[in-house]
C-alpha cells in the first residue's frame, strides 16, 4: 500500500476540518504500524513503515468521541507515555471557551515585575502577576477552563488560547 501521509496537512483547528478527518481515519490508520498505546488517555501513536512519519490518534466527546489521526512530531516511546501530544480538538475547543474572556479583558503592563518567582514577565496592570499566571491563578479557582493536556507541537505550539 503506497504512502499517504503526504495528502494530509496539519489540521485546521475548525470543526469542519477535524470532522473529516474523522471521516478519513479509519483508511488513514489502515498501513500505520502500532507503536504503542497511551490506555489512561486512550490514545495511540503510530508510525509510517514507508516514510517513517509518527502519527497520534486523538479523540473529542463533544465531536462524538470519535477517533481521529494527526501528524506529530518524532519522540521516543517513554516520553510519549509520560505525556502525549495535544490533540488538536481538544485545542480548538479550548481556544473558543476562552475566546470570550480574551474579547472582554485587555492586559496592560503594569511597568512591575510578576510577583511568581523568577518570571521575566512584566505584570499586568490590577494584578501582581503576568498575563500567563493570571490566567492560571483563574483557571485554578475554576473561573476560566483548564489549557488541554499534551505537549505542544508545530503548529499548534503557536496557537492563541
Known amino acids: 500500500m503506497p504512502c499517504v501521509c503526504s495528502q494530509y496537512p496539519p489540521l485546521e483547528l ?47 466527546w463533544n465531536l462524538g468521541g470519535t477517533e481521529y489521526a494527526y501528524q506529530v512530531p518524532a519522540i521516543e516511546v517513554a516520553e510519549w507515555l509520560r505525556e502525549p501530544y495535544l490533540q488538536p480538538a481538544a485545542w480548538m475547543v479550548y481556544a473558543a471557551l476562552m475566546q470570550p474572556y480574551y474579547a472582554k479583558n485587555t492586559f496592560e ?9 523568577q518570571c521575566p514577565h512584566p505584570a499586568i496592570k490590577f494584578s501582581g502577576v503576568c498575563e500567563p499566571h493570571h490566567i492560571e491563578q483563574l483557571q485554578e479557582f475554576g473561573l476560566l477552563p483548564k489549557r488541554p493536556a499534551g505537549r505542544l507541537f508545530p503548529p499548534y505550539h503557536t496557537a492563541s488560547a
Not at 109 to 117: E, I, L, W
Request: a positive charge.
Open 14 to 60: 475548525t470543526r469542519a476540518a477535524i470532522n473529516k478527518r474523522i471521516k478519513a481515519t479509519p483508511a488513514l490508520l489502515k498501513p500505520l504500524g502500532l507503536l504503542v498505546t497511551h490506555a489512561a488517555a486512550k490514545l495511540k501513536l503510530l508510525q509510517c513503515p514507508q516514510c517513517g512519519h509518527y502519527w497520534q490518534t486523538g479523540w473529542e
Open 109 to 117: 503592563p503594569s511597568g512591575k515585575p510578576c510577583r511568581v518567582a
